[in-house]
């Protein structure tokens, strides 16, 4: 429970009322799963083979967090900007840690509400494999050039599910693949419904409108299941104080710098009052809720972090126009030696040609020429903050001198 107390939300104590906490100790008890819940059997894959049959010692979804824990792209995430890049500070959160506190959360919640918490962590594991380096400002550089090149939009979410489904072929799930892809972690909502999607043709098409239409389809996505709305309202509880954390941390505020006056304990208060109300408020119910004075605190702390935190990055120029230039730079480079055909180049070596022969063993294949931009997504995407600043310093001479040092520190903006 919290024994702080939050003066900008009193009424939000950490503890279940004494009917909630009986219901859930009841259900704990019992190991019996809510109604509400996506049982393992449901599992949708795109092909029911055998090798990926549910079974006693391996559930659907403990199937799909294995394999996301396996992929390339998971394991890149501990080198990927959360908020905070050019840092040499190994207690600031990157990008592996994030999905696995968002998974601690969320299965804090699940367990309380009786849901598959195989599936809460497979969805957790996979939200953010898509995410571009340096965080929402990179995957806004990013955007800014593939949207240009091709009027398409490129989001994290939408990458994620083509990371998972496309380039590593793995079979995942689609209560696994729609969780990742309506996480949406930037919207924030008191009331989270479940969308009814039932197939894949479905969502197929939704992730096709994601990459034509942008934020016009994504704003308005919705997870199938409980779990993911779970995972989506886990990912704002997650990061908000956190990121207050390691904003102080970072030398960027201090501990009176927020108007709660909690500084860095905010995140131990949020844990635990923000999943408190949840399960109090979505006990029972087929939809996951917060009551108004949760929802209205989580707003209010959410816009005062990008007041103080998400924003500052640009109002000191952190990340300068030269940087956010060699994102289109580096496209235009990328693009032009997929033509050439040259499979020294780093795109094929590092990029087409492994992801070629990792889908060679499930017999699948990655079709890179037909779209060679979207190619040139996957690999930049794909890229972790140091990778990406020793490319462009090998292949531009005048990029050496525009990152900041180590010792230097900059806010990604949340988009």
Not at 301 to 316: C, F, L, P, T
Not at 317 to 331: K, M, P, T
Request: aromatic share 10%.
């Amino acid at each position: 429970m919290s024994a702080v107390v939050n003066r900008l939300a009193p009424g939000l104590t950490g503890r279940l009322s004494e009917g909630a906490s009986e219901a859930v100790a009841e259900r704990l008890a019992s190991g019996a799963l809510s109604p509400f819940a996506c049982r393992a059997a449901s599992a949708i894959r795109r092909d029911p083979c055998e090798r990926d049959r549910d079974t006693a010692m391996r559930p659907a979804f403990v199937r799909d967090a294995e394999k996301i824990m396996h992929l390339p792209a998971y394991n890149r995430l501990a080198g990927k900007t959360q908020v905070f890049s050019f840092r040499a500070n190994d207690d600031l959160c990157r990008r592996g840690l994030h999905v696995q506190l968002v998974a601690r959360v969320a299965r804090d919640i699940g367990r309380a509400l009786g849901l598959n918490l195989d599936l809460i962590e497979a969805i957790a594991l996979a939200h953010d494999l898509g995410h571009t380096p340096f965080g929402h400002a990179g995957e806004r550089f990013l955007n800014d050039v593939f949207h240009a090149r091709t009027g398409r939009w490129f989001f994290h979410n939408v990458q994620s599910v083509r990371v998972v489904d496309v380039l590593a072929g793995r079979n995942v799930s689609l209560q696994t693949l729609d969780g990742a892809l309506c996480h949406n972690g930037e919207f924030e909502q008191q009331v989270f419904e479940t969308s009814g999607l039932a197939e894949f043709d479905t969502f197929d098409r939704v992730v096709e409108s994601s990459w034509e239409h942008g934020d016009e389809t994504i704003s308005h996505l919705r997870p199938m299941t409980l779990e993911g709305c779970v995972v989506r309202v886990s990912d704002i509880i997650a990061y908000v104080g956190k990121d207050r954390q390691d904003a102080i941390s970072a030398g960027l505020c201090s501990e009176d710098t927020f108007d709660d006056g909690l500084g860095g304990g905010y995140n131990a208060w949020a844990l635990a009052a923000f999943v408190a109300d949840v399960v109090e408020h979505s006990l029972g119910r087929d939809r996951i809720e917060m009551s108004e004075e949760a929802f209205a605190e989580m707003r209010r702390a959410k816009r005062e972090n990008y007041e103080k935190i998400y924003g500052a990055g640009e109002v000191n120029g952190d990340f300068s126009a030269e940087v956010a230039e060699l994102f289109g730079r580096l496209y235009d480079y990328e693009l032009e030696a997929l033509a050439a055909g040259d499979e020294s180049a780093a795109i094929f070596a590092h990029h087409v040609l492994p992801t070629q022969r990792r889908l060679a063993f499930y017999g699948r294949g990655y079709d890179w020429e037909r779209d060679p931009d979207q190619t040139v997504v996957d690999f930049i995407s794909s890229m972790t903050d140091d990778y990406f600043m020793a490319t462009c310093e090998a292949l531009f001479p005048d990029a050496a001198g525009l990152f900041p040092n180590r010792g230097y520190f900059s806010a990604g903006v949340r988009a």
